[in-house]
């Protein structure tokens, strides 16, 4: 369930990339992609929070593959435009996904989270531990 058709590797770092209206900075990337997914390593290192990634996202199959671990450390939802709220929203969190499926109809696998927290406005949210299991069917 990896990338093999038309699949490019790339190395290297960013010095930017634009999403929703936000310059994001020192990104560095290795690993295989192309128009139906990434297999790899990605890591953001910006002022406004740290993303980490390392696995797999393939869409092409008929059950698609999420096959992932994905860090985030104090990342600002607000100072990257992905929210709009007044001061810092900051969440960080460890999340694994082993989901194969298309749909959440039928989705097989699981997902977990750790170490969740969000704060925002003097609300602070913690969760340690969350699991969800997807049997086959």
Do not use: C, W
Request: hydrophobic share 35%; aromatic share 12%.
């Amino acid at each position: 369930a990896g990338l093999v058709k038309d699949a490019h590797r790339g190395e290297g770092l960013g010095n930017q990339l634009e999403y929703a209206g936000f310059d994001y900075k020192d990104l560095t990337v290795n690993g295989k992609f192309n128009n139906d997914g990434f297999e790899g390593k990605a890591l953001l290192n910006d002022v406004n929070g740290k993303l980490d990634f390392s696995g797999l996202v393939n869409i092409s199959d008929k059950y698609p593959v999420f096959r992932f671990d994905l860090i985030a450390e104090d990342v600002n939802l607000n100072a990257l435009k992905l929210v709009e709220s007044k001061g810092p929203a900051l969440i960080s969190f460890k999340f694994h996904s082993d989901i194969m499926g298309r749909f959440p109809d039928d989705f097989t696998g699981e997902l977990s989270a750790r170490d969740f927290s969000f704060y925002n406005n003097g609300y602070d949210l913690k969760i340690k531990n969350l699991q969800a299991e997807v049997p086959s069917r």
